[in-house]
Every structure is written in C-alpha cells, then in structure tokens.
C-alpha cells in the first residue's frame, strides 16, 4: 500500500543529516556546553555553530537568538517576556483573530489579568486589514503580534508592511511598539529575515528538524523578562541546560533551508497547483478555502467538502495510507469549529467538512494524483452513503 503524508504542517520527516547530528550528539559529542573541559568545549563549539546557522538563515546575529523548546514557547516568551518588562509603560495587546493557540492563550490569560487585547478581523482570505491595524494602534499599546502564515489555511499576513507602519507610528508618536511574528508555518518556504520584525518564532519540526526545539529572534535593544530563570543559559534569557541533540539537528535543518529554500519554494508551488488541479477536477464539490497566488504559503491547502464530515473523510484517506488532517494539530482535542475558517466567514457546511493538505520538499506527483482519486472514490461513497440514509 501507498504510503502518503500530506500532513507537513503539523510535522515533517526529519532529514537525515539531521539524525545524523543528533546521534554523533548523543552518543560522542554528549559534553555539557557550560563545562570548561574538553568535552563541554566540544559541546559549547556545536551550540555555536548552531546558533550561527540559525540567525544566518534569518539574516540576523547569532547572539540575537535564543534557542527555545519550540514555537509555543518562543510565542509565549515573545509576549509574556514583553508584557513582563514593561508592566508600566501599557496596557493594549494587538493581534488577530486567527492566530496559533501559542498566541491566543497567553494574550488571553493576559486579558484575564486587566491588559486589554484587540483581536483584528480577517477578509474571506484569511488576511487582516493593514488600515483597521493602523486605527487600533494607541499610545498605550505594549505589543502586536501577528502571524506570518496560517497554519490552517496558509493565508499570508503582510509582515513587512505591517512593521512599517508600526515603526513609522512609533517615529510619529514617540511611542516604543513592539512587534512579533510567529513564522513557524513561513520559516524555510518564504522570503523572512530580522527586517520583518522585532521578534520572530521559530520550529525546527516543520523544516524538517527534530521535535521539542525553537527559536525566538529579538532584534538588538529588546529586553524580554525571561520565563525561565537559573543558570543564566542562552545569555541569561532561558536557563536550563541546552538541549543539545535537539540543537545540534535544528543547526543542520537551518542551514538546509538557507541553501534551498528557493528550490523548495518552487517544488511547494508545483506540488499545490497540481493537486488543486486534480482534486477540483476529480472531486466535483471540493471547495478550496486558501488564498489565491501570492495571498497563500504554497505548502498548504485547506479544502471544504460540503455537507461531509471532514475527520470521517480523514479516516477513509487513513485506510489508503494517506495522513492529512482536519486542521492546526494543537488544536485537534478541543470541541467545535475551527476558529480561523470561522474568521474568514466560511457557512456552516464547509466548517463541518474541511480537510488540511500540506506538502513538502519530500511529496510527489504521483502520492498527489492518488490522494486526489482517492478523495474524488470516497467522497462518492460517503455522499451515497449519506443520500440512501435520507431515504
């Protein structure tokens, strides 16, 4: 039987090199970074190198990243460790309304605590206004953090021009906003460098990288109160000793993207225009819900299949060896809809129906000609299935 994952968006088949890394880690290269025999030299020398191919792939300055136990974190870190620092200087958070948990629950917590927080609404692509943000911008905000990418959707926000408008309202009001971007689902696929933000989050698991490592970059000047303190690691912004198999493959996926990102840019492409191709050909009611062309991260591609069930049609595909999902992978335990296919005003039947398909450097034409015939048989059957019910 076939085997097809088109569930990249949730996580990615590590590349073996960075196995590779990890296991010379663990088993040779074991030292403590903060020892100062040979070993722990040996250690602090790959953490290094790491660090270095990380901010190399952002354009930024090694010391300006701090390696995290994922994107959750380094969100969390991002506006907890703003808010933290600057307990007097504001009260407003601004970020959207289809934003990764990692966002939407510490900004909720902080709503619970007094802090006011301003949720921007999205148009049916998925993408936020750039003049409803310039209008919530006040002298009291601390924060804005919006995604560079959905992870349901693959709806791409206009960082660039939202930072700019956020640094001229700053020039213009003598004001010190800071913003942030989770660039976990664009890290490796777009165009993403330390111009787009004051800080960036990052995932080593969605470029191929191991699990349980992340990076947050901060821009030179910034101060974050640290979430976690006591040996002073990571230059004393998250104590605790480095995860160093975990850093070490994060090192090695980095610099992989660094080198092709533009040839795996084009094959995502190629990979999306084929299967939304085939599927709308195959499928009769499949409805796409991404974004055309340049609104929409290549790699990803929700569909709706109206009036079916989306986790039964799962299964099915399951049956087939084929791995897709209904939506964000953290969100996949919790009742109800989806939140961001709710924002962007999708009917009723849609929500219920919507499957995920996210690709990467690894997936095939031939996996995603099958995947579409397969969707096309099933939806048959269930919709069949489903009519001779109602008789």
């Not at 795996?264 to 225009?273: A, D």
Request: net charge neutral; proline share 4%.
């Amino acid at each position: 039987m076939m085997h097809v994952y088109l569930d990249n968006s949730a996580t990615t088949r590590q590349h073996d090199s960075v196995t590779e890394a990890m296991v010379l880690a663990m088993k040779e290269d074991y030292g403590n970074p903060s020892s100062l025999h040979r070993m722990g030299l040996v250690a602090e020398k790959i953490l290094k190198e790491a660090r270095a191919r990380v901010a190399g792939s952002l354009q930024v300055q090694p010391e300006q990243i701090i390696f995290t136990s994922g994107g959750t974190e380094a969100d969390n870190m991002a506006i907890l460790g703003t808010v933290g620092h600057n307990l007097k200087k504001g009260n407003r958070i601004i970020t959207t309304a289809v934003e990764h948990p990692a966002v939407l629950e510490p900004c909720r917590i902080l709503e619970g605590r007094g802090y006011e927080v301003v949720r921007l609404p999205v148009d049916n692509r998925g993408i936020i206004s750039l003049k409803d943000l310039e209008e919530a911008l006040t002298p009291e905000t601390l924060l804005v953090t919006v995604m560079h990418v959905n992870n349901e959707v693959g709806s791409i926000q206009p960082v660039r021009e939202i930072y700019q408008r956020i640094q001229a309202y700053n020039q213009n009001h003598g004001s010190r906003i800071l913003f942030h971007t989770d660039g976990v689902q664009s890290y490796g696929k777009l165009p993403l460098t330390g111009a787009d933000a004051d800080m960036i989050s990052l995932s080593a698991h969605k470029i191929h990288g191991p699990k349980g490592i992340g990076a947050l970059y901060v821009k030179k000047g910034i101060t974050l109160q640290p979430l976690v303190v006591g040996g002073g690691q990571e230059l004393g912004r998250r104590s605790g000793t480095e995860n160093m198999p975990a850093i070490a493959g994060f090192g090695v996926a980095a610099e992989h993207i660094r080198i092709n990102r533009e040839s795996i840019l084009k094959h995502l492409e190629s990979c999306r225009l084929f299967f939304r191709e085939q599927l709308l050909k195959k499928a009769a009611d499949a409805v796409v819900n991404s974004p055309d062309g340049e609104f929409c991260q290549p790699g990803i591609l929700s569909v709706s299949f109206p009036g079916l069930r989306g986790e039964v049609l799962l299964h099915f595909l399951e049956q087939d060896g084929i791995y897709v999902s209904t939506g964000s992978a953290c969100s996949s335990g919790k009742k109800g809809h989806s939140h961001v296919l709710s924002a962007m005003g999708l009917p009723e039947a849609r929500l219920e129906g919507t499957l995920r398909f996210s690709f990467s450097e690894y997936t095939t034409m031939e996996e995603l000609a099958f995947t579409a015939d397969r969707c096309r048989e099933i939806t048959a059957r269930m919709t069949q299935l489903k009519q001779s019910r109602r008789r």
